[in-house]
């Protein structure tokens, strides 16, 4: 399996811009997580899906990000309009609904810089 | 704040030296997970241990649980270059897995 798989893996942008953020989980995993990660704050994790449906979206900065899960193999997380403080690693895992809470498996992360 | 803490935040031994990095928390939880996070990459799962074993191994690895004082701690024995990375403890609260700062650990040849 090629793990899950994250793109871009950099991105660079202007204040003000969208930014799309797209992940494919491992093949027959129910859950998906977007975390984000930064030297301040450490791991955190935004929002999650089970079985393409938004669980939990508490850890959501504000509205400006919004995610997406049309389908079991594709994700998408979006900030519009995006803002420096937006600058971080953003990780994508996903996990098999019987283990969820026991092994989740991470993305390379895509770098987002936000100048 | 974080459900779990490590410590120290940061640690340089020799190469061939045991490294011991501990975790505490404050919430009851169900397990503890351990993962390793090389430079510019994403976790990797490493062991987990239910709240009902107090140690676990995994070749290098062994873990311990502590319930009563809420603590967890990870021994990687023998060190190796390529151990160098960042530690992460991980624990369960609610339907969530919360993740420490973690603990950089730097292997010297």
């Known amino acids: 399996d090629a793990g899950v798989i994250q793109s871009p893996r950099h991105e660079v942008t202007e204040m003000g811009q969208e930014v799309t953020l797209r992940c494919k989980p491992i093949?027959?995993?129910?859950?998906l997580f977007w975390y984000r990660q930064t030297m301040m704050r450490g791991l955190e994790l935004l929002i999650y899906?089970?079985?393409?449906?938004?669980?939990?979206d508490s850890g959501m900065p504000e509205d400006r990000f919004s995610a997406k899960m049309p389908n079991a193999s594709f994700s998408t997380l979006k900030i519009q309009p995006s803002e420096p403080r937006d600058s971080a690693v953003y990780f994508c895992?996903?996990?098999?609904?019987?283990?969820?809470?026991?092994?989740?498996?991470f993305g390379p992360g895509t770098r987002l810089l936000v100048l | 704040s974080q459900q779990g803490e490590e410590d120290p935040q940061a640690l340089s031994i020799q190469e061939g030296e045991n490294a011991t990095m501990n975790c505490s928390y404050k919430?009851?939880?169900?397990?503890l997970q351990w993962y390793r996070q090389n430079s510019g990459r994403g976790l990797v799962h490493l062991i987990l241990?239910?709240?009902?074993?107090r140690e676990k191994h995994s070749g290098r690895l062994r873990v311990t649980l502590d319930t009563s004082k809420k603590s967890s701690s990870l021994l990687i024995t023998a060190s190796r270059a390529a151990d160098t990375a960042s530690y992460f403890c991980a624990t369960d609260q609610g339907q969530k897995l919360v993740f420490g700062q973690g603990t950089r650990l730097t292997i010297n040849p």
């Open positions: 919430t009851s939880i169900n397990n």
């Open positions: 241990i239910r709240s009902n074993e």
């Open positions: 895992a996903s996990s098999r609904a019987s283990i969820m809470m026991e092994t989740q498996y």
């Open positions: 093949s027959g995993h129910d859950y």
């Open positions: 899906f089970n079985n393409n449906v938004p669980i939990d």
